[in-house]
């Protein structure tokens, strides 16, 4: 018996924004982005869309491909690092408004960037257990509630039309590093047990290391502070993601390269057995060097983070779903995830389509 995915989807907000469309808000410029990251626009969602609304977007096309009807799935699988609530996660939200039955079993993760990596390592194992026959796994992050709308963000998706102030413009600008490499979005895979061992999931590395945690974090907003969240962490935009993007990288060109090829050993494989390999999509430039330290050719390397940007725990089932659909992805190719994200957590996981 393996676990195998037999649908997938993903869901897109309605506002396309360009490189040129936050120029009008900040210092910056079509060829600043692009050159740092390789990013040409992004997808934001609407004001109250929020990352469960994208995430079942996303399921009703996982399930729709997989032929599967909500009272066929066991179990839910839900990462995001941005939850409609505090507490719960987002489990609960979508088991609701989509009418899942309570016998529906929701599991809620938070390893944001790598979220999607441990989701299906945890679909895996919990199929592999004999306790669930199928799970609908969703990956899912909106970014935009991270930003100060009240420095005419508006005008990036239309709502105003104005030119914002000096102020506006100087307060936007010296968060323009990271705002500029995230969009919004969703997406979701059916991964069920079939008898067939010809396909379906071959292992998992997974790795954590939180010696490195303030690399990538949010400074703000954490039950260590009395009270959890004040005027002042707002004014002084700590609840704005804070991230060394040198050290990120560097990060990122070390260890997504050796989980690949750990977890290729591990299951009697070698890097050059992979037909395409799905790397997290932060950064056109981390995508090229993996693939460059891989020894892999850039056709085996799929991207398309200039389109989306980075959609966090979104990234890995969107690229996956769009490989699908275009035929990149054919039965019995050899597909290998890598991801690493805030925690530090990083892996790889290695599945025969």
């Given at each position: 018996?393996?676990?195998?995915?037999?649908?997938?989807?993903?869901?897109?907000?309605?506002?396309?924004?360009?490189?040129?469309?936050?120029?009008?808000?900040?210092?910056?410029?079509?060829?600043?982005?692009?050159?740092?990251?390789?990013?040409?626009?992004?997808?934001?969602?609407?004001?109250?869309q929020s990352s469960a609304d994208l995430?079942?977007?996303?399921?009703?096309?996982?399930?729709?491909?997989?032929?599967?009807?909500?009272?066929?799935?066991?179990?839910?699988?839900?990462?995001?690092?941005?939850?409609?609530?505090?507490?719960?996660?987002?489990?609960?939200?979508?088991?609701?408004?989509?009418?899942?039955?309570?016998?529906?079993?929701?599991?809620?993760?938070?390893?944001?960037?790598?979220?999607?990596?441990?989701?299906?390592?945890?679909?895996?194992?919990?199929?592999?257990?004999?306790?669930?026959?199928?799970?609908?796994?969703?990956?899912?992050?909106?970014?935009?509630?991270?930003?100060?709308?009240?420095?005419?963000?508006?005008?990036?998706?239309?709502?105003e039309d104005r030119e914002v102030t000096?102020?506006?413009?100087?307060?936007?600008?010296?968060?323009?590093?990271?705002?500029?490499?995230?969009?919004?979005?969703?997406?979701?895979?059916?991964?069920?047990?079939?008898?067939?061992?010809?396909?379906?999931?071959?292992?998992?590395?997974?790795?954590?290391?939180?010696?490195?945690?303030?690399?990538?974090?949010?400074?703000?907003?954490?039950?260590?502070?009395?009270?959890?969240?004040?005027?002042?962490?707002?004014?002084?935009?700590?609840?704005?993601?804070?991230?060394?993007?040198?050290?990120?990288?560097?990060?990122?060109?070390?260890?997504?390269?050796?989980?690949?090829?750990?977890?290729?050993?591990?299951?009697?494989?070698?890097?050059?057995?992979?037909?395409?390999?799905?790397?997290?999509?932060?950064?056109?430039?981390?995508?090229?060097?993996?693939?460059?330290?891989?020894?892999?050719?850039?056709?085996?390397?799929?991207?398309?983070?200039?389109?989306?940007?980075?959609?966090?725990?979104?990234?890995?089932?969107?690229?996956?779903?769009?490989?699908?659909?275009?035929?990149?992805?054919?039965?019995?190719?050899?597909?290998?995830?890598?991801?690493?994200?805030?925690?530090?957590?990083?892996?790889?996981?290695?599945?025969?389509?």
């Open positions: 018996m393996k676990s195998v995915i037999t649908g997938s989807g993903i869901g897109i907000p309605k506002n396309l924004v360009t490189n040129e469309k936050l120029a009008r808000i900040m210092d910056t410029t079509d060829e600043w982005i692009r050159t740092r990251s390789g990013i040409a626009q992004r997808f934001y969602a609407d004001p109250g995430g079942m977007m996303a399921a009703e096309g996982a399930l729709q491909t997989a032929g599967r009807s909500r009272e066929e799935i066991d179990a839910l699988v839900f990462a995001t690092m941005s939850p409609d609530y505090f507490f719960p996660g987002n489990g609960p939200v979508v088991q609701a408004k989509m009418g899942f039955p309570e016998s529906l079993a929701a599991f809620d993760i938070r390893q944001q960037c790598s979220g999607f990596l441990f989701g299906l390592d945890l679909a895996d194992s919990l199929i592999l257990s004999g306790k669930y026959k199928r799970i609908l796994l969703i990956g899912a992050d909106v970014h935009t509630p991270f930003m100060p709308w009240q420095n005419g963000w508006a005008t990036t998706i239309g709502l000096a102020a506006e413009r100087e307060a936007n600008t010296k968060i323009r590093d990271r705002v500029v490499l995230f969009g919004d979005g969703a997406g979701a895979v059916v991964v069920e047990a079939v008898d067939d061992d010809s396909r379906g999931f071959l292992g998992s590395k997974l790795y954590t290391n939180g010696s490195n945690l303030e690399a990538l974090y949010t400074r703000g907003v954490g039950f260590r502070l009395r009270p959890f969240v004040t005027h002042q962490q707002i004014d002084d935009s700590d609840i704005i993601p804070d991230m060394d993007g040198r050290e990120v990288f560097r990060q990122a060109l070390s260890k997504m390269p050796e989980a690949v090829r750990e977890v290729c050993a591990a299951a009697g494989k070698s890097v050059s057995d992979i037909d395409i390999l799905l790397v997290h999509q932060a950064n056109l430039r981390i995508v090229e060097g993996v693939a460059k330290q891989l020894g892999m050719s850039q056709d085996r390397v799929p991207h398309n983070i200039e389109r989306y940007a980075n959609t966090t725990a979104g990234t890995l089932p969107i690229l996956y779903h769009e490989c699908v659909t275009e035929g990149r992805i054919k039965p019995g190719m050899l597909v290998c995830f890598t991801a690493l994200g805030s925690g530090l957590h990083w892996g790889a996981a290695l599945y025969r389509a």
